[in-house]
């Protein structure tokens, strides 16, 4: 039989962990850990002898006092030194946790991802929160975003339904960028009763003008069930890599297919 004491005890112990894993889900993972994965792949419809080294950026949520402007252009500095051919950044500036860490504006992130550098370009995509966070594109139901006109105003493209030709050693590939799927909040008020995207895939997809192969970045690994034999990668985020990871399982992660496409090479 549990005493009252032991019956505490262990309510205690409970609200304690679960004030742990809310802390670490929320801070200490997102916040100040650190993740560099490499991969060696031959993607299919790759051609043969085209070497590509490519770096990708996801989830940055910049916030005090853990991912400041200042640490945000360390990362940066990081990301060159791994020497890429292209960077890709995969969205979500702006932190959406608000209630527990201080704001950091686009006009101070922005300048610190500037430092990217990589021969054949920097190229990035929104995330849900460059949208929920942005009130104005919220009641628009429409960008341009806070997000993407800081990036663009230091010079970093950003790709929503739209494409970008590059070359490497005389081969062509292209970067196919989505626009976010979840990006619109419910609003009845405007007829949204669920999260709305607007993301096009057959759309984005149609402007790639010759057979070379596709990396597509998406920022929400959801789409990958759709997308066609046509793109040779698809690069995603928003995950990160499961919201908590024990023993190579995530009890949360944000997506409907739970632990499929959470982490990894998938």
Same mark, same amino acid.
């Given at each position: ?7 505490l005890?262990l309510?205690?112990g ?10 670490y889900a929320?801070?200490?993972?997102p ?14 419809h ?13 989830d ?5 006092p ?7 252009a ?18 979500d500036?702006?932190?959406g946790?608000?209630m ?10 922005a ?8 021969p054949?370009g ?10 929920w966070?942005?009130?104005?594109a919220?009641s /628009? $139901?429409?960008g341009?975003? @806070?997000?993407?006109?800081a990036?663009? !105003?230091? %010079?970093?493209?950003? *790709? ?8 490497k050693d ?5 970067? /196919? $960028?989505l626009?976010?799927? @979840?990006?619109l909040?419910?609003?009845? !008020?405007? %007829?949204?009763?669920? *999260?709305?995207g607007?993301?096009d895939l057959?759309g984005t997809?149609?402007?790639v003008g ?16 759709k997308v ?12 990160h ?7 190579g399982?995530s ?9 499929r496409y ?5």
């Amino acid at each position: 039989m549990i005493t009252r004491r032991g019956f505490l005890r262990l309510v205690g112990g409970s609200a304690f962990a679960m004030v742990s894993l809310g802390a670490y889900a929320v801070g200490i993972e997102p916040m100040l850990l650190t993740h560099v994965k490499r991969y060696a792949l031959t993607p299919p419809h790759w051609p043969a002898g085209l070497k590509l080294r490519v770096v990708a950026l996801a989830d940055i949520h910049a916030c005090r006092p853990w991912m400041t402007p200042v640490r945000i252009a360390a990362l940066a500095e990081q990301a060159n030194a791994l020497q890429p051919d292209v960077i890709v950044m995969l969205g979500d500036y702006p932190a959406g946790t608000r209630m527990v860490t201080g704001w950091v504006n686009a006009s101070e992130w922005a300048p610190a991802l500037s430092g990217l550098k990589a021969p054949l370009g920097v190229f990035s995509i929104l995330g849900n929160h460059d949208w929920w966070e942005d009130r104005s594109a919220q009641s /628009a $139901g429409a960008g341009p975003t @806070i997000s993407r006109k800081a990036l663009e !105003a230091v %010079g970093i493209p950003v *790709l929503e339904n739209d494409v970008v030709r590059l070359e490497k050693d005389g081969k062509g590939f292209w970067i /196919a $960028g989505l626009a976010d799927q @979840i990006a619109l909040l419910p609003d009845r !008020a405007k %007829g949204r009763e669920g *999260l709305t995207g607007l993301d096009d895939l057959s759309g984005t997809l149609a402007k790639v003008g010759d057979r070379d192969p596709i990396i597509l970045l998406a920022h929400e690994p959801d789409i990958f069930p759709k997308v066609p034999w046509r793109v040779s990668l698809t690069l995603s985020g928003h995950t990160h890599g499961g919201q908590v990871r024990l023993f190579g399982y995530s009890p949360v992660v944000p997506s409907a297919y739970g632990n499929r496409y959470a982490y990894g090479h998938v």
